[in-house]
């Protein structure tokens, strides 16, 4: 199964902190697992959401707001795809992967639909 | 944590492992099968130890530490035995040695050794289908009842297929240590067959009416990310990951909801999955920058890839695919290329030039029941108006198909031959 | 730039409401002009949070929370990876996008780090990658 790992924003994530070196290079070495794991699709990093748009569907009508969006700890920061066998895979993988905040921080995994679950 | 959660933790972690173990253990001891029984006691000590101890923080680095004491057990037990049959006074230092050996091999690289399990797994002593099924077993992690399912067999024929492997290998003194040189690029080469023999057997299931077994190919798809991931210096696990890649992106777009096959150029682009076919291009970009252009996966990855790129089937770079296979013909000849060069010619230089290369692939033995063969023929025929020709081609193409939907397809196509006029498909 | 377009989820989404088909039918033409453009590198479906899992980090310690997540609103539904000129043009797609939902709905689309961004932090592997990442979008 295809999952999508989100990164949950933080404080810190929203303010422009660019990444240290060292912190790259560790989750360099945790991305290099995944990948001869065979598990990872595709990763990425998302600047913040001062950076981002939003747009608002109601009927018609579609308005367009600029960010920052308040609720930093809701917002996503970067993300993985993976491919994976269950839920528990990916739990467990998430585990070992270094705290990619300074403080205390959230990821999210979140099951992506597939072909088979219309058949 | 509950139990049954450590428990669930605990087989996961294991799974996730459960390759490197063995391929760990393997170089240790030396017997693929010992290695998987080492590994399985790790497990069972794991499942008695985490729910109190808890789960360890490197879990992989406890498995490997249990199932390596394990194995010096074992060898010491062995060494005993031996003893007592053998003359006086050799060998309690060759006990040490053989502990001390265990320690060394455990602090080389990894990767290397899954690399080379891979190797042993694939081995040219074992025949195509016990390479397949060992390579599910020990690197892909699946269970037995899993691969049955996969392959439409029983359980025992598979369990037996595993145990025959194992002794195979054993017997037949396969060397453990890693190919080098020639040796080497023919064994990869039996490990690109394996990787692809089971993402075609998930791509086009060859027995039952199911017309996707599209676990097969993620698992294929796995494996082929393994071993660029482990082997990053090969252009032909590069050029057959671009292949798997791309083919894959396609698989939600090739099968309509009646189950009957869609072909290339009526299928709905919006359901190609495009992460898999930047995947592949990427791999193909890789392997070619490995300078593997040339390579029969990296080639027939180019042509999937001109496909991949191309928006619409009108966009698609006909004279390219062409000029592609006229190359792969060189590197691989074989009739089915020469067909499939066929095809490509008459959609880049018209259905004569299509029909003038089929003319003497129709006199060939091997092709005579190949299905595609007629297909073209049928598809060629259909674009001259020559309708009446198409429709017998259509007709005896779908006389050699032994999958319904497939079946149900051709036939559809030869009713749209109306014998007189010209009629279009729906 | 390649940016990243989030469906915003909604009550219904997190319910499993299935899309009608008349939806299906207008989102599946509209991903095909997004393929057509050229600008659509990938797109998936997220089932609902209540299938989802949520692991907190917080020193060496990991927790993990089973789904359901309450903040609806702010939970992402599906996404799309574009590679555009720029957020203007971004944000122009992100308009002619059929409403994702039954009711009042959200996208929101922000950019990703590219090389660039990183500085000096940046070692050879980093670059490498992006170098990669590149690559495949000038291959298409």
Same mark, same amino acid.
């Given at each position: 199964?295809?999952?999508? *790992?989100?990164?949950?924003?933080?404080?810190?994530?929203?303010?422009?902190?660019?990444?240290?070196?060292?912190?790259? /290079?560790?989750?360099?070495?945790?991305?290099?697992?995944?990948?001869?794991?065979?598990?990872?699709?595709?990763?990425?990093?998302?600047?913040?959401?001062?950076?981002?748009?939003? *747009?608002?569907?109601?009927?018609?009508?579609?308005?367009?707001?600029?960010?920052?969006?308040?609720?930093?700890?809701?917002? *996503?920061?970067?993300?993985?795809?993976?491919?994976?066998?269950?839920? /528990?895979?990916? *739990?467990?993988?998430?585990?070992?992967?270094?705290?990619?905040?300074?403080?205390?921080?959230?990821?999210?995994?979140?099951?992506?639909?597939?072909?088979?679950?219309?058949? | 944590?509950?139990?049954?959660?450590?428990?669930?933790?605990?087989?996961?972690?294991?799974?996730?492992?459960?390759?490197?173990?063995?391929?760990?253990?393997?170089?240790?001891?030396?017997?693929?099968?010992?290695?998987?029984?080492?590994?399985?006691?790790?497990?069972?000590?794991?499942?008695?130890?985490?729910?109190?101890?808890?789960?360890?923080?490197?879990?992989?680095?406890?498995?490997?530490?249990?199932?390596?004491?394990?194995?010096?057990?074992?060898?010491?037990?062995?060494?005993?035995?031996?003893?007592?049959?053998?003359?006086?006074?050799?060998?309690?230092?060759?006990?040490?040695?053989?502990?001390?050996?265990?320690?060394?091999?455990?602090?080389?690289?990894?990767?290397?050794?899954?690399?080379?399990?891979?190797?042993?797994?694939?081995?040219?002593?074992?025949?195509?289908?016990?390479?397949?099924?060992?390579?599910?077993?020990?690197?892909?992690?699946?269970?037995?009842?899993?691969?049955?399912?996969?392959?439409?067999?029983?359980?025992?024929?598979?369990?037996?297929?595993?145990?025959?492997?194992?002794?195979?290998?054993?017997?037949?003194?396969?060397?453990?240590?890693?190919?080098?040189?020639?040796?080497?690029?023919?064994?990869?080469?039996?490990?690109?067959?394996?990787?692809?023999?089971?993402?075609?057997?998930?791509?086009?299931?060859?027995?039952?009416?199911?017309?996707?077994?599209?676990?097969?190919?993620?698992?294929?798809?796995?494996?082929?990310?393994?071993?660029?991931?482990?082997?990053?210096?090969?252009?032909?696990?590069?050029?057959?990951?671009?292949?798997?890649?791309?083919?894959?992106?396609?698989?939600?777009?090739?099968?309509?909801?009646?189950?009957?096959?869609?072909?290339?150029?009526?299928?709905?682009?919006?359901?190609?999955?495009?992460?898999?076919?930047?995947?592949?291009?990427?791999?193909?970009?890789?392997?070619?920058?490995?300078?593997?252009?040339?390579?029969?996966?990296?080639?027939?990855?180019?042509?999937?890839?001109?496909?991949?790129?191309?928006?619409?089937?009108?966009?698609?770079?006909?004279?390219?695919?062409?000029?592609?296979?006229?190359?792969?013909?060189?590197?691989?000849?074989?009739?089915?290329?020469?067909?499939?060069?066929?095809?490509?010619?008459?959609?880049?230089?018209?259905?004569?030039?299509?029909?003038?290369?089929?003319?003497?692939?129709?006199?060939?033995?091997?092709?005579?029941?190949?299905?595609?063969?007629?297909?073209?023929?049928?598809?060629?025929?259909?674009?001259?108006?020559?309708?009446?020709?198409?429709?017998?081609?259509?007709?005896?193409?779908?006389?050699?198909?032994?999958?319904?939907?497939?079946?149900?397809?051709?036939?559809?196509?030869?009713?749209?031959?109306?014998?007189?006029?010209?009629?279009?498909?729906? | 730039?390649?940016?990243?377009?989030?469906?915003?989820?909604?009550?219904?989404?997190?319910?499993?409401?299935?899309?009608?088909?008349?939806?299906?039918?207008?989102?599946?033409? =509209?991903?095909?002009?997004?393929?057509?453009?050229?600008?659509?590198?990938?797109?998936?479906?997220?089932?609902?949070?209540?299938?989802?899992?949520?692991?907190?980090?917080?020193?060496?310690?990991?927790?993990?929370?089973?789904?359901?997540?309450?903040?609806?609103?702010?939970?992402?539904?599906? =996404?799309?990876?574009?590679?555009?000129?720029?957020?203007?043009?971004?944000?122009?797609?992100?308009?002619?996008?059929?409403?994702?939902?039954?009711?009042?709905?959200?996208?929101?689309?922000?950019?990703? =780090?590219?090389?660039?961004?990183?500085?000096?932090?940046?070692?050879?592997?980093?670059?490498?990658?992006?170098?990669?990442?590149?690559?495949?979008?000038?291959?298409?």
């Amino acid at each position: 199964m295809r999952v999508m *790992v989100i990164v949950k924003a933080t404080q810190d994530s929203e303010n422009m902190g660019k990444p240290k070196a060292a912190d790259l /290079a560790e989750m360099g070495r945790f991305n290099d697992e995944l990948r001869k794991a065979g598990v990872l699709l595709t990763a990425d990093g998302l600047k913040p959401s001062s950076t981002g748009k939003r *747009v608002a569907f109601d009927g018609a009508k579609r308005t367009v707001t600029d960010g920052p969006f308040a609720e930093s700890r809701e917002l *996503v920061a970067g993300f993985w795809i993976w491919e994976v066998k269950d839920m /528990a895979e990916a *739990v467990e993988w998430v585990k070992r992967c270094l705290n990619p905040m300074p403080g205390p921080s959230e990821i999210e995994i979140r099951p992506i639909w597939e072909m088979s679950d219309f058949a | 944590m509950a139990d049954t959660d450590i428990h669930r933790s605990v087989e996961t972690v294991f799974r996730i492992e459960q390759a490197r173990l063995i391929a760990g253990l393997t170089r240790m001891v030396r017997d693929v099968g010992l290695a998987e029984e080492l590994a399985q006691d790790a497990l069972v000590t794991a499942l008695a130890e985490w729910p109190s101890s808890g789960v360890p923080d490197n879990p992989g680095a406890w498995l490997m530490a249990a199932a390596r004491r394990r194995a010096i057990d074992r060898l010491r037990r062995a060494k005993m035995q031996e003893r007592k049959h053998a003359e006086i006074g050799r060998d309690l230092d060759e006990g040490r040695d053989a502990v001390d050996q265990i320690d060394a091999a455990l602090d080389d690289d990894i990767g290397d050794d899954l690399l080379n399990l891979i190797f042993i797994a694939c081995h040219p002593v074992l025949s195509p289908d016990a390479r397949v099924t060992l390579t599910l077993r020990l690197i892909a992690g699946l269970s037995i009842a899993e691969i049955a399912r996969a392959f439409l067999t029983t359980e025992p024929t598979v369990a037996q297929r595993i145990t025959r492997a194992k002794k195979t290998l054993q017997e037949s003194g396969a060397a453990y240590e890693a190919p080098r040189g020639e040796e080497r690029a023919r064994r990869l080469t039996s490990v690109l067959e394996v990787i692809y023999l089971i993402f075609n057997e998930g791509y086009a299931a060859t027995a039952g009416d199911d017309l996707i077994r599209a676990d097969l190919c993620t698992e294929a798809q796995r494996l082929g990310r393994i071993l660029t991931g482990i082997a990053p210096h090969e252009p032909e696990a590069f050029g057959l990951l671009a292949l798997i890649e791309i083919q894959a992106s396609r698989l939600k777009a090739r099968v309509g909801p009646d189950g009957a096959a869609i072909t290339l150029p009526e299928q709905n682009r919006a359901l190609w999955d495009q992460l898999l076919i930047g995947r592949g291009l990427e791999a193909l970009a890789r392997a070619e920058t490995l300078g593997g252009a040339d390579g029969a996966y990296a080639l027939q990855a180019a042509i999937a890839a001109c496909h991949g790129r191309a928006r619409t089937a009108a966009d698609t770079d006909w004279r390219r695919i062409a000029s592609l296979y006229d190359r792969l013909q060189e590197v691989i000849p074989s009739a089915v290329v020469d067909l499939n060069r066929a095809v490509a010619h008459s959609m880049a230089f018209g259905h004569e030039a299509g029909l003038a290369l089929l003319a003497p692939l129709e006199q060939q033995e091997i092709l005579r029941d190949y299905l595609p063969l007629p297909a073209a023929k049928g598809d060629f025929l259909y674009r001259a108006g020559r309708y009446a020709e198409a429709r017998a081609a259509f007709e005896a193409a779908a006389a050699l198909s032994r999958n319904a939907a497939e079946r149900n397809f051709l036939l559809k196509r030869a009713a749209a031959c109306g014998p007189a006029r010209p009629v279009t498909l729906e | 730039m390649r940016v990243m377009v989030m469906v915003k989820a909604t009550k219904d989404s997190e319910q499993g409401v299935m899309p009608t088909t008349e939806l299906l039918e207008a989102m599946g033409k =509209y991903n095909e002009e997004l393929v057509k453009a050229g600008i659509m590198l990938s797109g998936d479906g997220l089932k609902p949070s209540s299938q989802g899992k949520r692991i907190a980090f917080d020193g060496p310690k990991r927790s993990v929370i089973d789904g359901p997540f309450a903040e609806t609103r702010e939970l992402v539904a599906g =996404y799309w990876i574009w590679e555009v000129k720029d957020m203007a043009e971004a944000v122009e797609w992100a308009k002619r996008c059929p409403n994702p939902m039954p009711g009042p709905s959200e996208l929101e689309i922000r950019p990703f =780090y590219e090389m660039a961004d990183f500085g000096e932090a940046a070692t050879p592997e980093i670059v490498d990658r992006f170098e990669r990442l590149r690559e495949q979008s000038k291959n298409r």
